[in-house]
T-cell receptor, first 116, second 115 residues
Framework: DVKVTQSSRYLVKRTGEKVFLECVQD?????MFWYRQDPGLGLRLIYF???????EKGDIPEGYSVSREKKERFSLILESASTNQTSMYLC???????????????FGPGTRLLVL | AQSVTQLDSHVSVSEGTPVLLRCNYS??????LFWYVQHPNKGLQLLLK??????LVKGINGFEAEFKKSETSFHLTKPSAHMSDAAEYFC?????????????FGAGTRLAVHP
């Protein structure tokens, strides 16, 4: 089974702090994604990565950056956390190998971030 | 532009009764559509997907969905609800964005199942 893990389930930070959210997948997937989930809004894509050292902005990249130095790890960085970044953050990964539908993304359990 | 609308934010059913979660989509071409489920404190799990093959799609845990192009709908159904079905359900459309299939999520429907 595909396993996507996130470094923290719950995180409390103060306004202005730099925050790192880590995501690791164990299936050698090429693509990785970061979403935020807010009530009534579903999931919105922040950033994604096609492969190592590659990144693309999603729909709401402002206030965030990402890093993909190794294939299995995709980090989301909040350079200076703000209260409007309080949310649930979900990481996902996807393979492009034949036999696995291109669109199927596998999700981690999420990190609930509270910025005070 | 592609989008999805989930018509109910909350649905409540009794155990053993049918489940209907409604989803309408907007797409300029034949879309790929999905339903994901999120149980409390767990990640999202793919329930089923439609990719222009059979219009009636069967998924895991007894769920199925029917693609109706004339109604631009992709409603999720289950004949008999189980307590373990209580979760949040997301209808999703896939958008082809420069060679990458981007997922557009609906706002979600929270399903409650009562004894």
């Amino acid at each position: 089974d595909v396993k996507v893990t996130q470094s923290s389930r719950y995180l409390v930070k103060r306004t202005g702090e730099k925050v790192f959210l880590e995501c690791v997948q164990d299936m050698d997937h090429e693509n990785m994604f970061w979403y935020r989930q807010d009530p009534g809004l579903g999931l919105r894509l922040i950033y994604f990565s096609y492969d190592v050292k590659m990144k693309e902005k999603g729909d709401i990249p402002e206030g965030y950056s990402v890093s993909r130095e190794k294939k299995e790890r995709f980090s989301l960085i909040l350079e200076s956390a703000s209260t409007n970044q309080t949310s649930m953050y979900l990481c996902a990964s996807r393979t492009l190998l034949a036999g696995d539908p291109q669109e199927t993304q596998y999700f981690g359990p999420g990190t609930r971030l509270l910025v005070l | 532009a592609q989008s999805v609308t989930q018509l109910d934010s909350h649905v409540s059913v009794s155990e053993g009764t049918p489940v209907l979660l409604r989803c309408n989509y907007s797409s300029s071409y034949s879309p790929s559509l999905f339903w994901y489920v999120q149980h409390p404190n767990k990640g999202l799990q793919l329930l089923l997907k439609y990719t222009s093959a059979a219009t009636l799609v069967k998924g895991i845990n007894g769920f199925e969905a029917e693609f109706k192009k004339s109604e631009t709908s992709f409603h999720l159904t289950k004949p008999s609800a189980h307590m373990s079905d209580a979760a949040e359900y997301f209808c999703v459309v896939s958008l082809d964005s420069g060679g990458y299939n981007k997922l557009i999520f609906g706002a979600g429907t929270r399903l409650a199942v009562h004894p």
